[in-house]
Nanobody
Framework: QVQLMESGGGSVQAGGSLRLSCTAS?????MAWFRQSPGSERQGVAR????????DYDDSVQGRFTASHDKANNTLSLQMNSLNPEDTAVYYC?????????????????????WGQGTQVTVAS
């Protein structure tokens, strides 16, 4: 069973940047970032194909967020630039063993997804 440890959350002003990190206890081929605001469903933010180092993004963060993976340390990072108040949420790292990687909707609905503990990101206006 893989374990996920998140770090990097905090509070910033609108237009600022934060970098989140998620370290897995072992190599895993599909990893992702989700977020959830109060009263909202959990939303997929970015998904990483670790084998090929290819990421895709939700339209709401396209061009502002960049996911990257450090294979030596089993660490998935999310560089978040040009943050706005709508980005305020608890951000969750996730991992799955499936290959190829499943659509984001499957991750949230399946018991086979491993979740990090969540880290709060707050963007002040």
């Amino acid at each position: 069973q893989v374990q996920l440890m998140e770090s990097g959350g905090g509070s910033v002003q609108a237009g600022g940047s934060l970098r989140l990190s998620c370290t897995a206890s072992r190599t895993i081929y599909c990893m992702a970032w989700f977020r959830q605001s109060p009263g909202s469903e959990r939303q997929g933010v970015a998904r990483m194909d670790v084998v090929h180092s290819v990421a895709d993004y939700d339209d709401s963060v396209q061009g502002r967020f960049t996911a990257s993976h450090d294979k030596a340390n089993n660490t998935l990072s999310l560089q978040m630039n040009s943050l706005n108040p709508e980005d305020t949420a608890v951000y969750y790292c996730a991992a799955r063993r499936d290959w190829p990687c499943q659509p984001m909707a499957v991750w949230d609905a399946s018991d086979d997804t491993t979740w990090g503990q969540g880290t709060q990101v707050t963007v002040a206006s």
